[in-house]
C-alpha cells in the first residue's frame, strides 16, 4: 500500500521559513515525479513546486525565489523548503507523486494527507 506523509507545517511569522517533509511508502520514489500543492480552506488546490524523476524543477511566479523543491530519493522523501514565508502562504501544503505528461503537465498518482502552514504577520 502506498502512503505519503507530510510533515514539517507549524505557524512561523512573515519571513520566516519552514521545511516541509514528505515521505513515501510501500513504493520507490525515485520513479515518480513529485508536486507539492496547497489549498486555503474550500479553495482550488495550487501547485506550488514540481521535480521531476530526473532532478529538474519548476516554481510558480507566487513562490519562485523563496521555495525550492529538492528530493532525496535514498530516503524516499521529498522536501519544500520555504523560505520569505509570507502570510498568504498560509494554507494546507500537500504532496503529490505523480508524472509527467506531454507538455510537460504534471499528472497526480498519490496524495498525502497534508500539513498546516500557518504564516503570521
Known amino acids: 500500500q502506498v502512503q505519503v506523509v507530510e510533515s514539517g507545517g507549524g505557524l512561523v511569522q512573515a519571513g520566516g521559513s519552514l521545511r516541509l517533509s514528505c515521505v513515501a511508502s510501500?513504493?520507490?520514489?525515485?520513479?515518480?515525479?513529485i508536486g507539492w500543492y496547497r489549498q486555503v480552506h474550500r479553495g482550488q488546490r495550487e501547485l506550488v513546486a514540481t521535480?521531476?524523476?530526473?532532478?529538474?524543477?519548476n516554481h510558480p511566479d507566487s513562490v519562485k525565489g523563496r521555495f525550492t523543491i529538492s528530493r532525496d530519493n535514498a530516503e524516499n522523501t521529498v522536501y519544500l523548503q520555504m523560505n520569505s514565508l509570507k502570510p498568504e502562504d498560509t494554507a494546507v501544503y500537500y504532496c503529490?507523486?505523480?508524472?509527467?505528461?506531454?507538455?510537460?503537465?504534471?499528472?497526480?498518482?498519490?496524495w498525502g494527507e497534508g500539513t498546516q502552514v500557518t504564516v503570521s504577520s
Open positions: 503529490n507523486l505523480g508524472s509527467f505528461e506531454r507538455g510537460g503537465i504534471f499528472r497526480s498518482a498519490y
Open positions: 521535480i521531476s524523476s530526473g532532478g529538474r524543477t
Open positions: 510501500g513504493t520507490t520514489l525515485s520513479i515518480y515525479a
